[in-house]
């Protein structure tokens, strides 16, 4: 048995007087930051909103033979990755449809500020893009080649912070950027279905602090080359989809006297429609998010306030289903073991079969995902670890698998779920929260 | 309003509840920061980060009892990401052995507040995390390991070999100085 030293009786006490200082002065900076910011902004989860594609296949790596010092094995061995590079390229010619289900490709990451890609099924990891800066939130383009990602600018101070975006392929090359000035305050950023653009919202004027600010939504050139092509700009425009299976139309969400609705526009711009009468105020500002289409364009599930049917005012938030079209709006499912839990976060599986969904057990911890067929029948099925806090998840391309990452803070490796409810593994390094997954031609 | 009522408000969006929650915890996170990353800057932007974190995630907050403890989480995790990023732009110090001499007390050097905060710097902050969640925050021992995804036996070896690090800092800074009369080893 030992008995706490000196050292440890006395450690709190002198932590106490080492720590002593003055009241941070930087709260209302942070204030005016969140105040601003919506909770679970939704350009963290561009996968939710635009299925990936690809035209590539992973590419086989040669184990480095321990007799690569004869110089007859080497030239042998580079006839053969000669021969195999030759093969993958003629495989870079399909292309699949921009929506639906695809192969599995690779796993983009963050790892302390560098891009790195990862094989979920041999583990095998490449930096993909490194440096001193600070890199962030990777997604692959629709056809797989590319990878847009965002870099902090340094040395901004306080305030909303500036980010940059970039492109790079995906071995790593031809690193562009391709907004010509930072972006202060990045409300949302997603490839557009044709890979041509990336569509970003961003407040038109960050000096304005008022209630809410306008936002305004622009196609940036995914080369670096061409000038911005400004589509809308609208009061508190953020969560932005397009909707399969052409990409023709947005879906985004907007205030109209300070109150959230559901909009839908032509890509062009034109015909604004209106999909959700504007009639929550903004202290509710998970109510309409959560965006995401069926893959056949059909429905759209989404997150919605409820009415109190007690007089108790009613709360956020239920998974809700709609026409693509606006029409018979209704509550998705109803969770049995959460009658009363917050339910959201929906994530439909690109062969339109399922749908993953948070559905949060008030009084307890809640036993993973929740999955339930996409015509809303049959059990909820609960499937991954236990959750504590947020998770965020996307499917896999070929929807056998679910990419799930707590956001706890700090770095995890990210799980891989069996929707079935089977066992589940973890990749094999470890990450940031920011989810993607390469798709790969079928 | 209690702090779960609280909570529950700022879960739903309430930006004034969440303003009221953070001023009640913020000076003791931002301590706590800056006794794990030994910089006021860097504490700075830690906890900031926390806070937008714990703002953007706070709807998945199950239970709004442990808002403090998932709080400290959010930030010691903030801590430790950007110690992990300023590791790759400075060169580090290399630390000591820590299999050094075994001492079992140092009673009359705790007195010299400098000595302890030489101990505290030469620990890496992992170790400083531990410390300060158990010892500055007051976690149990199963909190901490909660909190830092980290098994309960892991938390208890490294916060022993914190410990015993901090000994023999302490002891070295005690013996090189003298300042401090009776500082010997028990």
């Known amino acids: 048995m030992t008995t706490p030293s000196r050292l440890e009786r006395n450690l709190a006490g002198i932590l106490d007087d080492l720590s002593a200082g003055p009241t941070p002065g930087y709260l209302d900076d942070l204030f005016l930051r969140t105040g601003r910011m919506r909770q679970r902004p939704a350009w963290t989860f561009p996968e939710r909103w635009l299925p990936m594609s690809d035209i590539t296949r992973p590419r086989a790596y040669a184990f480095a033979p321990p007799w690569r010092t004869i110089a007859v094995a080497l030239v042998v061995l580079a006839l053969l990755v000669g021969a195999a590079f030759v093969y993958v390229g003629s495989r870079q010619q399909r292309v699949p449809a921009p929506f639906g289900p695809a192969g599995n490709g690779l796993i983009p990451y963050v790892s302390a500020g560098d891009l790195f890609v990862g094989d979920p099924v041999t583990g095998s990891t490449r930096l993909l893009v490194g440096g001193p800066e600070d890199d962030a939130a990777p997604s692959f383009s629709p056809d797989g080649t590319r990878v847009a990602f965002i870099r902090d600018v340094p040395g901004a101070g306080a305030g909303p912070r500036p ?11 031809d690193l562009r950027r391709i907004t010509s000035a930072p972006i202060q305050d990045l409300v949302a950023a997603t490839w557009t279905p044709d890979g041509r653009h990336l569509a970003v919202v961003h407040p038109a004027d960050i000096t304005n602090t008022g209630s809410p600010p306008t936002n305004q939504l622009y196609l940036l050139d995914a080369t670096g080359s061409q000038p911005p092509i400004r589509l809308a700009a609208a009061a508190g425009l953020d969560s932005i989809v397009f909707r399969p299976t052409d990409g023709g139309e947005i879906l985004f969400r907007a205030l109209v006297a300070g109150q959230y609705g559901l909009f839908v526009m032509n890509v062009d711009g034109t015909n604004v429609r209106t999909l959700r009468e504007p009639n929550v105020p903004t202290h509710f500002d998970q109510h309409l998010d959560g965006l995401t289409y069926s893959p056949d364009g059909a429905r759209i599930f989404y997150q919605s306030y409820v009415s109190g049917t007690d007089g108790t005012g009613g709360g956020c938030c239920q998974l809700w289903v709609m026409n693509a079209d606006g029409t018979d709006q209704h509550q998705f499912v109803q969770d049995p073991a959460a009658p009363n839990g917050w339910q959201g976060e929906p ?13 949060l057990i008030n009084d307890g911890p809640t036993p993973g995902v929740a999955i339930v067929r996409a015509d809303g029948t049959g059990p909820v099925i609960r499937t991954g670890p236990e959750l504590t806090s947020v998770a965020h998840w996307l499917w896999s391309p070929d929807s056998s698998k679910i990419l799930m990452m707590p956001s706890e803070g700090g770095n995890g490796s990210a799980y891989l779920l069996d929707p079935a409810g089977g066992p589940w593994t973890n990749v094999a390094w470890t990450s940031d929260i920011d989810l993607d997954w390469q798709r790969l031609a079928p | ?17 969440f303003t009221e929650l953070v001023r009640g915890a913020a000076t003791r996170l931002d301590r706590a920061a800056r006794l794990i990353l030994r910089d006021p800057e860097l504490a700075r932007d830690a ?20 808002f403090d403890a998932w709080l400290h989480r959010l930030t010691v995790n903030a801590c430790l990401d950007l110690a992990r990023r300023r590791r790759r732009r400075v060169i580090e110090v290399e630390l000591d052995p820590i299999d050094g001499p075994a001492v ?50 892991t ?22 100085t003298s300042r401090i009369p009776g500082g010997q080893v028990a």
């Open chain 1, 163 to 173: 980010v940059d975006l970039y492109v790079v392929r995906q071995d790593g090359s």
């Open chain 2, 155 to 176: 938390v208890k070896s490294r916060l022993h070999r914190a410990l015993g690090e901090m000994r023999v800092s302490v002891e070295t800074g005690s013996s090189s």
């Open chain 2, 47 to 66: 906890v900031q980060e926390a806070l937008i974190r714990a703002w953007r995630d706070l709807p998945g907050l199950r239970d709004p009892e442990r």
């Open chain 2, 104 to 153: 079992s007390d140092v009673s009359g050097v705790l007195a010299d507040r400098e000595v302890v905060d030489a101990a505290m710097r030469r620990l890496d902050e992992r170790g400083r995390a531990i410390i300060v969640l158990h010892y500055f925050l007051g976690m149990p021992l199963t909190d901490v390991a909660a909190t830092l995804g980290i098994p309960i036996g």
């Open chain 2, 1 to 17: 309003m209690d702090q779960p009522g609280l909570v529950e408000r700022a879960r739903r969006g309430d930006h004034d509840a």
């Open chain 1, 347 to 359: 994530a439909i599986s690109p062969d339109g079969k399922w749908i993953a969904f948070d559905s």
